[in-house]
């Protein structure tokens, strides 16, 4: 499979676009700065140049010619609202529509835990942020597209365990960034798991059983 992964050089993408090559798939991966080539080329992706904030649906079509799954991972990472907007908003609708102008029907995205920060002094710059995640959220599921929406808890660095607790709806929590990366490998092998939203923290399950179990939901 050829996978189109839109933040591929962040914290979650790096880990995906290794799992991804080493399961023997073909990986096509956005960069913005010029240093960020080469680490791509190392993992056998093929690199492509293109800022989310200067792109328009589409030339990221034309990119994705050929791909049979998109991922979108990008974020702004608090960067500020302006670039909060320009990725998380208007990059994940025009990244959406390009999957649509390319005939290509799987679409994973990776969202915000709603519960993400509650119980610490609100920033504007936060609710911002929950806002546009949101209503990236509400703009993929009114589409045609196979889509899949993966709400991850608090991202921690640790080691994975490759076990995790996946729901509609289930407590808040963390979870390393290794395993939010497995669920993404399990959902692009898995595409009977569809048009879902799902929740994800650390837990007890086996990713492949825990993706597997959210077919029951799918397509609802």
Aim: aromatic letters at 4%; charged letters at 20%.
């Amino acid at each position: 499979m050829n996978v189109f992964i839109i933040g591929a050089t962040g914290g979650v993408g790096r880990r995906l676009r290794k799992r991804l090559v080493g399961a023997g798939h073909q990986v096509t991966g956005l960069y913005r700065r010029d240093s960020q080539k080469a680490s791509l080329e190392a993992d056998s992706v093929t690199p492509v140049n293109i800022d989310l904030m200067n792109t328009s649906s589409e030339r990221l079509a034309a990119a994705m010619q050929g791909c049979d799954a998109v991922v979108f991972s990008a974020g702004a990472a608090g960067a500020g609202m302006d670039l909060t907007d320009g990725i998380d908003g208007r990059g994940a609708r025009f990244a959406a529509e390009a999957a649509r102008l390319a005939g290509i029907q799987r679409f994973l995205l990776v969202s915000a835990f709603p519960e993400a920060g509650r119980g610490k002094e609100p920033s504007p710059g936060f609710e911002h942020y929950m806002q546009v995640k949101k209503q990236a959220d509400v703009m993929l599921t009114a589409t045609s597209l196979d889509w899949v929406i993966l709400r991850p808890g608090t991202l921690i660095n640790e080691a994975g365990t490759e076990k995790v607790k996946a729901g509609l709806a289930i407590p808040y929590g963390s979870v390393p960034r290794d395993d939010v990366a497995a669920v993404l490998h399990e959902l692009i092998e898995q595409p009977e798991v569809k048009r879902v939203i799902i929740e994800l923290t650390a837990g007890e399950q086996p990713v492949g059983e825990a993706v597997a179990a959210m077919a029951a939901f799918s397509g609802r």
